[in-house]
């Protein structure tokens, strides 16, 4: 008798539970898909700007990582894995553009002088005085990074180095991010009983190995993550349907999932590769550990304006710009996309991307108010007030999760609240990066795999 599984969520982490599900189920297996959007893919949205495929959510994964490079050599994929230019980023901040600092973690110094022209001569003193102040740390504690970070260093480097990176890629504060999702590598070596801060960051770089490393730090997909989300979708040989689900119960024989038509659909076991906020609704009757451990996970909002300027326009020779805490632009980060990846056509293609933790900006502003304010933005850091010949705005509601302090020990009190056919996925959990996404997943339909085998035999 064949097993029939059901996926709540049809972006990278529901797509890539399904594939698994699918290789270890083998064919007769039955794998159902909910998803109602226009298309599959989640956050991974591949659109064509300028005549240009382009990626308007998640565009880049750290390459260093195996999840994304092992799965597309696993799909025959692997020739399509690109790498960037070369190009460093730049931050905004007082107005001005500096150079990404060197020798930091995560915008967190190993000495003073790397943030020279970055921050005042007061906070370089601070900055180079730390290993002699008094410093306590008790190994496991979760701070938030501004916390640890604004009080052995000071603000000025929290504002003007540190949120750049973090408010890019979490679309919130240091101040809500705990220290062990942000900088793993720093709590460890906190923990290990590293003196100072100062030391920590040392030890933290050095562990991770020479600073400049063969190949890129960040990947891409040729043609865009349309070309992954395709390839799943066709391996994973799932019936997709473009229905929300509104309920989760038991049956005597596994599950049984509504979508909002109406439709009762049985499943043996179940993936819900859900957002947060969803998961918590869902889980509310039949996991209700589960559903209070989800409800305590906050996410933001963000927006992306893609453009498409006439080729030619005069752009800095960098990878993007990470604008600094409590600067007058609306753009939180700034990717030029042609100087990252390389040429493409006869444009040049950027993404601007709006939104942070506690604000409704992606929710309430107009298209035309975004790219208006792209315009602005365009004008404020590059001088470049030429229209553009094609443009985008994607929104992303409620899509980017908030890993505040303790995160790891709620993600282990979600997961431990979970029946034995009932796994979850998303990047809510390891990480928001598509290599942690691939992980979770893998490991939800591991978990089913399990189940599955151990049922089989008796």
């Not at 504060?173 to 900088?183: L, P």
């Not at 600067?327 to 993404?351: D, F, I, M, Q, Y």
Request: charged letters at 20%.
């Amino acid at each position: 008798m064949s097993t029939s599984y059901c996926v709540v969520g049809g972006g990278i982490s529901g797509l890539v539970a399904a594939y698994r599900l699918r290789v270890s189920a083998g064919p007769d297996a039955t794998i159902t898909l909910f998803d109602p959007a226009d298309r599959l893919g989640g956050i991974l949205r591949t659109e064509r700007i300028g005549g240009q495929p382009m990626d308007v959510g998640a565009e880049a994964f750290i390459a260093r990582r195996p999840e994304v490079p092992a799965l597309l050599a696993e799909l025959g994929l692997a020739g399509k894995q690109i790498g960037t230019t070369g190009a460093r980023p730049l931050i905004y901040s007082q107005a001005r553009l500096h150079p990404l600092p060197t020798d930091t973690l995560q915008g967190i110094p190993a000495h003073a002088e790397a943030l020279a022209g970055l921050v005042d001569d007061a906070t370089l003193t601070w900055i180079r005085d730390e290993p002699g102040r008094p410093f306590s740390w008790r190994p496991g504690a979760d701070p938030s990074v501004a916390g640890l970070v604004g009080q052995r260093f000071g603000e000025q480097v929290v504002a003007r180095s540190v949120d750049p990176l973090l408010t890019g890629v979490y679309a919130g504060s240091s101040a809500n991010i705990g220290v062990r999702s942000a900088v793993p590598t720093l709590a460890a070596a906190l923990d290990r009983g590293a003196h100072s801060l100062t030391e920590a960051v040392r030890d933290a770089l050095s562990a991770s190995g020479p600073s400049v490393a063969t190949g890129s730090v960040f990947g891409a997909v040729e043609g865009g993550y349309e070309v992954l989300v395709d390839e799943l979708v066709r391996r994973s040989g799932i019936r997709w349907l473009q229905v929300a689900v509104v309920d989760v119960s038991r049956t005597q024989r596994g599950w049984e999932i509504v979508d909002d038509e109406g439709g009762r659909h049985h499943a043996d076991a179940a993936v819900l590769a859900v957002p947060a906020p969803l998961l918590a609704r869902l889980t509310t009757g039949v996991a209700p550990r589960t559903a209070a451990a989800a409800e305590r996970i906050a996410v933001a909002s963000s927006a992306v304006v893609a453009l498409a300027l006439p080729g030619g326009t005069p752009l800095p020779e960098q990878s993007g710009v990470l604008v600094a805490a409590g600067e007058r632009l609306h753009a939180k980060a700034v990717t030029l996309t042609t100087r990252k990846w390389g040429s493409r056509g006869n444009v040049e293609l950027l993404r601007l991307s709006y939104g942070r933790f506690g604000d409704t900006l992606a929710r309430s502003a107009g298209d035309e108010d975004l790219l208006e304010w792209a315009s602005q933005d365009l004008n404020t850091l590059f001088g470049v007030t030429v229209d553009p010949v094609d443009c985008r705005v994607q929104r992303w509601i409620d899509a980017m999760p908030q890993y505040g302090p303790g995160h790891g020990a709620l993600v282990a009190e979600l997961r431990a609240g979970l029946p034995p056919t009932l796994a979850v996925a998303g990047a809510f959990l390891d990480g928001i990066g598509v290599p942690a996404c691939v992980a979770a997943a893998t490991k939800a339909a591991a978990s089913l795999a399990t189940v599955a085998r151990a049922t089989n035999r008796t």
